[in-house]
């Protein structure tokens, strides 16, 4: 869709459905290529980077298939398959660099091209590489792709400690994929905590894998000979469910979200909560009921890792907070970026100065 016209004026209300998330079905489409094993993911949300990883593995010569309405999608990653992702496809989609782990453990050479510009920052993925390196792999960067192999005489990747200079969310995904099939332990420090990796880590374990710790700042990964195929079904889009809340705050309207995760969005329904929004939560959904954007009041929020608030909902709170009554501080701590939206705003009369990281 290039355009898409919005009339606006109206309360938002409904019941909504929320897809599996994206940030989770990304990494475990990756964590296919560790088995030649058939893996079956359901609740895989239909959306053009989940497209884009689809022809990524595809043109690796994995075998993909989709089944029926559940957002179900199988795998099968012959031992015979090219292990690289080429530039055209990595270059319009960063997550691309989730291949390098799995591909690099299973086959032990990968060639993955660097994702290049990105539109939130020039986010490198220097730590990947690092991390890798620390388990054994040779990686060099030649003409734009990181060309990874094992040393000579060795057949896998070996367990290290591996301390990242910052959180890292796909770099954690990298390494606990790439530790599932090394030798010995892996222990990741300043480990990301999100939900997605839990999620991967649930879907890593169904495969044979073993993993302790995932959701805190420490996971330990034993390596395991082979993993095998399983079923998994994503986990729910914390995210999308988070803009359907901001959506119906904003609009004075009240929705209910059906299959969503309230745990995860601790953040993000405190800060709706303060703002005068009733939410609340039980198994298997949210609701939200707003008394109508000037009767809520501007929140300040930093972005932080999770399970802070997170950078992913920035665009939409600072959309409510103009709607409702008062000022509000808004600090982006993750990307150095991630205020495009901004001017967008402002052309729509909102009243937003930006200085540096906060706005
Ligand atoms: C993931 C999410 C993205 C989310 C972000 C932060 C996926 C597919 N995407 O992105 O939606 O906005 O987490 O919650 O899950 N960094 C480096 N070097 C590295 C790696 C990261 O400098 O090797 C920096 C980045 O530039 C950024 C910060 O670390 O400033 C966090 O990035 P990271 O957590 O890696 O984000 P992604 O995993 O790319």
Redesign the pocket.
């Known amino acids: 869709m290039d355009k898409l016209v919005v009339r606006g004026g109206k309360a938002l209300n409904g019941t909504v459905d929320i897809s599996g998330a994206?940030?989770a079905a990304?990494?475990e489409m990756c964590a296919t290529l560790l088995t030649a094993d058939t893996v079956k993911l359901i609740n895989v949300p239909r959306l053009h980077d989940v497209a884009t990883m689809r022809k990524l593995l595809a043109n690796m010569g994995v075998e993909t298939e989709t089944h029926g309405e559940r957002g179900g999608m199988s795998f099968v990653a012959a031992d015979s398959i090219t292990p690289e992702a080429p530039y055209e496809l990595v270059k319009t989609m960063?997550?691309s660099i989730?291949a390098l782990g799995p591909l690099l453990a299973r086959f032990g050479h990968a060639k993955v091209s660097l994702p290049g510009g990105c539109a939130i920052?020039?986010?490198?993925?220097?730590?990947?590489?690092k991390g890798l390196q620390a388990m054994g792999a040779e990686i060099t960067v030649e003409h734009g792709y990181i060309m990874a192999k094992l040393p000579a005489g060795q057949k896998r990747l070996h367990g290290a400690r591996i301390v990242t200079?910052?959180?890292?969310?796909?770099?954690t995904e990298n390494f606990m994929m790439a530790a599932a099939l090394a030798d010995g332990v892996t222990v990741l420090e300043n480990a990301?905590q999100?939900p997605?990796i839990s999620d991967l880590a649930e879907m890593l374990i169904k495969m044979g894998a073993q993993i302790e710790g995932q959701g805190s700042s420490r996971i330990t990964i034993t390596g395991v000979a082979k993993l095998h195929g399983c079923e998994h079904a994503v986990v729910a889009d914390r995210i999308e469910a988070g803009t359907f809340l901001c959506a119906a705050a904003a609009t004075g309207g009240s929705v209910r979200l059906n299959h969503a995760r309230g745990e995860h969005l601790d953040a993000v329904i405190e800060k709706l909560r303060d703002a005068g929004a009733t939410v609340e939560c039980g198994e298997g959904y949210i609701s939200l009921s707003s008394p109508g954007a000037r009767a809520l009041t501007a929140q300040g929020f930093r972005t932080t890792?999770?399970p802070g608030f997170?950078?992913?909902m920035q665009a939409q709170f600072m959309a409510l907070n103009v709607k409702a009554e008062g000022a509000s501080v808004i600090t982006e701590t993750?990307?150095?970026n991630r205020f495009m939206h901004v001017n967008e705003l402002v052309r729509l009369g909102a009243k937003i100065e930006v200085d540096g990281k906060t706005a």
């Not at 920052?121 to 590489?129: E, L, T």
């Not at 200079?165 to 770099?171: A, E």
């Open positions: 994206k940030n990304l990494p960063r997550a989730l920052g020039s986010r490198p993925v220097d730590q990947h590489i200079d910052m959180v890292t969310v796909t770099g990301a999100e997605e890792e999770y997170p950078t992913d993750i990307f150095e």
